[in-house]
């Protein structure tokens, strides 16, 4: 670079050159920031895209565990109601089996009174 000495400047066009270099640094600064912020604007979308989702796998999640809890309550509620009906069914077919030895000892001992008399009135 050339050295210059300050002494021919003029300060009013001095003054404009650094008005109008802040401008255009800010207008360039305005342009960089517009650029950024939909790239942030979007960034932040996503997050909060990304922490909704997350909420709502949770909810997910704990639906699904509850439903599996409310599912295996069922599950071993129909199993003791299965196994009581099983125990009521043995006890009933075992009634129905003195029932049926007994109804059979029963005609057993009429066919043989039967008998009986049919030998004495000949």
Known sequence: MQNTSLEHINPANLKKFVRKLSIVSSRHE????????PK???L????????ALRKR???LEQELMNTREER???LEENKSKINSLNIALLSVKERMKEF??????????IRHLEY??????K
């Open 40 to 42: 942030e604007k979007k």
């Open 116 to 121: 009986k008399i049919k030998r004495k009135v």
């Open 30 to 37: 305005n342009k960089q920031s517009y650029k950024i912020k």
């Open 72 to 74: 295996d309550a069922a």
């Open 57 to 59: 796998v949770h909810v």
């Open 100 to 109: 049926i030895a007994a109804k059979k000892a029963r005609e057993k001992r």
């Open 44 to 51: 932040l979308e996503n997050k909060n895209t990304e922490n």
